[in-house]
């Protein structure tokens, strides 16, 4: 019951931000395991994934496009200090989430300049880029608000759409079961 209730919250945020609900979950998924590190809120973890997909749709890329900026970005929450290659990836790959963080960490005051500095130089816990990228997630979603909605977001959304009544299906039918059986 738990997970059809986190199943369903990634849902929403996939749709919302017309992300592919798969790699939705798998940032959740990255992200939880690194949370002990992190945070003891599991609301925490949702506002963080919302704040990356929402980072996402305001770059104009998809999970896919910034597939490398996302595995770099698993790293980084593991770790305990931000390192310099997985920063790297994120200014190419995430621009929009460096933005976040930096308007949410207070001593930056929304300087990425500043934040990209300290980050390079070590001066950056783990920790304190996933509080920020929290803090500074509101600009974001209006940032999101006022973005075109694209042809390819519309057919993630039916993507979306159609793994979760798979799924739903499958799960109340056991239809791969039977399947298998069958064959």
Known sequence: EQQAAVLERLYNQAQTYSTALGAQVQLYGATARASKKLTDSQEDLFKFTEAV???L???GKSA???SGALTQLGQLLRGTNVQAEEFNSLIDGAPALLEAAAKGIKRFNGDVGALIKAAKS?????KEFFAGVIAGSDELKKRVDASANTLEGAFTKIENALTR????TDDSLSASWRLIAGL
């Open 53 to 55: 997909a929402a980072a």
């Open 57 to 59: 749709k305001v770059d």
């Open 64 to 66: 896919g496009e910034a």
């Open 122 to 126: 070590g001066g950056r816990a783990s």
């Open 165 to 168: 009544y798979i799924g739903q």
